[in-house]
């Protein structure tokens, strides 16, 4: 994995066995170095350097570690709904927990994400994943939703007594 960058410069990867230990960071010489836990996915470095492209904040080790945890859960749902894996990108929205841009195949999840269980987390990016296939909230898509996780009103549920506190400032106060 020699050909990995960020923002033109080459990044050099380094696997590691701690889990939560994917980071970007630079060695004595000044040189990008990307730990990548073992045991990641393929193309868990190049998605992670995407996200932190496409966020232009510095990233956290937590939502370092939610990204980590969307790619690896990404493939394999999108393979249960026969859609192109997305890129899974972060966001701060002050209004929103997740949203699907399907035309260029995007799908973005709120930050504060990474302090719900995995279930929410999980619930969040299936649904803008089913976004890929039915793009409205019509009976169809829930039907979809239902038939992948049929107790997903339950996590929604969680997120969303959180939703007016997400309204209010950039990140939902946990
Ligand atoms: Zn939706």
Known sequence: ??????????????????????????????????????????????????????????????????????????????????????????????????SCDWEHGIVRLHAALAFFPQSVREEALLHELCHLRIHDHSPAFWQLLTAQMPDWPYWEGVLRQRKGKAGTTSVPAL
Request: proline letters at 8%.
């Open 1 to 98: 994995m020699t050909d990995l960058t960020f923002q033109g410069q080459p990044v050099h990867s380094r696997l590691v066995r701690n889990l939560g230990a994917l980071r970007l960071s630079r060695d004595p010489r000044h040189r990008l170095v990307l730990q990548i836990p073992l045991g990641a996915p393929d193309n868990t470095a190049s998605l992670f350097l995407q996200g932190l492209s496409a966020s232009f904040t510095p990233i956290t080790s937590t939502e370092a570690a939610l990204l980590l945890s969307l790619h690896s859960a990404a493939p394999e749902l999108c393979s249960r709904l026969q859609v192109p894996v997305p890129r899974v990108e972060l966001f701060h929205s002050c209004k929103l927990w997740g």
